[in-house]
């Protein structure tokens, strides 16, 4: 009796009620998809668009430049084969600053191209850019003023490369260190010494460069002879000096004009000082110096001219100082100094006296 009438009491399922809320939920997503699925299309299109697009863009502009560093390096070879491209062309210089270029312009394409497709595809989400390029602008100028060194160095070995301010195989001056250029980085310069040391150079803290390499380079060689010399006899000796030394290997290739003779470049009262000097190859001066300086003793050596300096003039052993060699005098040298009469021995007491 009980249970018939809990069952009578408790409310009754309305399974038509439950069918019908499922059917037009149904009905509003199928409507819902239905009026947004041509959007979702269009906008899927779109992003597939713009990617495909910037990825054949990166893809056509990186292959252009990798063409065109290889057209240029294969320039430079060709004319390095020449008799005089070898002397003027340094293929290895050539290909690491092509290199350098080809990777520089290379990644600012590649971040170009696809940072604005980012941003093309975040538009075509509907997201407000505006913060997010605000945001992107105030980290850049914080990453810049933290990475201020970093991005000094790398902007300045671009400029430098671009610039061809020097390259592999110049002899250079940077300052803080100087030798011949190794390697050419857009960060970092590596320098060989005269002592065969390495040195690495940044380049955001190279203020000047003096490159030894480029143009042509001066040879200078300063001839000290004695006042009592006949400067005529002087210059005919140091011009066939230096005619001879003109029509040898390697010396012809190695200058570039004539060897001149200047004239007095000082006169003293025991000496006078002849100025030679020549236009020579680059880099090859210090060598053109030292065959000059040998070449010149020489002749002049053959002609009877004394240079200065060469032998030492002989000291005057009677003009010496007799005093020299005597000591300073002592104070124990006289009997009545007090030193003296401190180290008397004291005589022995009397023992006979009564």
């Known amino acids: 009796m009980s249970l018939s009438v809990l069952l009578a009491a408790a409310p009754s399922p309305e399974p038509v009620g439950s069918l019908g809320e499922a059917a037009e939920q149904a009905g509003n997503a199928a409507g819902w998809v239905e009026e947004n699925w ?3 299309l269009s ?3 779109r992003i597939l668009l713009i990617v495909a697009v910037a990825i054949t863009l990166r893809y056509l502009i990186r292959r252009a430049l990798t063409n065109l560093i290889d057209r240029m390096n294969r320039s430079a070879q060709a004319v390095e084969g020449t008799a005089l491209g070898g002397l003027l062309v340094n293929a290895e210089r050539r290909r690491q600053r092509s290199e350098a270029i080809g990777s520089v312009l290379r990644s600012v394409a590649s971040f170009l191209i696809m940072g604005t497709a980012a941003l093309m595809i975040l538009g075509a989400f509907k997201i407000n850019l505006a913060p997010l390029l605000a945001s992107a602008g105030v980290a850049g100028v914080a990453l810049g003023f933290g990475a201020r060194n970093l991005v000094t160095d790398f902007l300045s070995g671009v400029f430098m490369i671009l610039e061809d301010q020097y390259g592999v ?3 250079i001056d940077a300052g803080v260190a100087s030798g011949e250029v190794i390697e050419v980085g857009l960060r970092v310069t590596k320098l060989r010494g005269d002592n065969g ?3 690495y150079v940044r380049n955001g803290e190279v203020k000047r460069i ?7 380079s001066t040879a200078g060689v300063d001839v000290t002879v004695r006042p009592t010399e006949d400067l005529e006899q002087v210059r005919k000796a140091i011009t066939a000096a230096a005619e001879t030394m003109t029509k040898e290997e390697p ?3 190695r200058l570039w004009g004539p060897v001149e003779v200047l004239g007095l470049d000082a006169v003293l009262l025991d000496s006078m ?7 020579t190859m680059p880099g090859k001066s210090i060598g053109v110096e030292r065959e000059l300086r040998w070449r010149i003793k020489q002749a002049l050596d053959d002609a009877g001219i004394r240079m200065i300096g060469v032998v030492p003039a002989q000291q ?3 003009a010496a100082d007799p005093t020299a060699g005597v000591a300073a005098p002592s104070a124990y040298a006289s009997a009545t100094s007090p030193q003296s009469m401190a180290t008397t021995p004291i005589p022995p007491a009397n023992l006979n006296k009564q």
């Open 43 to 45: 906008t899927g299109l």
């Open 251 to 253: 010396w012809s290739e």
């Open 210 to 216: 003096g490159n030894l390499s480029q143009g042509w």
């Open 197 to 199: 040391e390495i040195w």
């Open 316 to 318: 005057d052993e009677s």
């Open 38 to 40: 041509s959007t979702w």
């Open 273 to 279: 000082t002849v100025r030679v000097t020549a236009k």
């Open 169 to 171: 195989g110049d002899t």
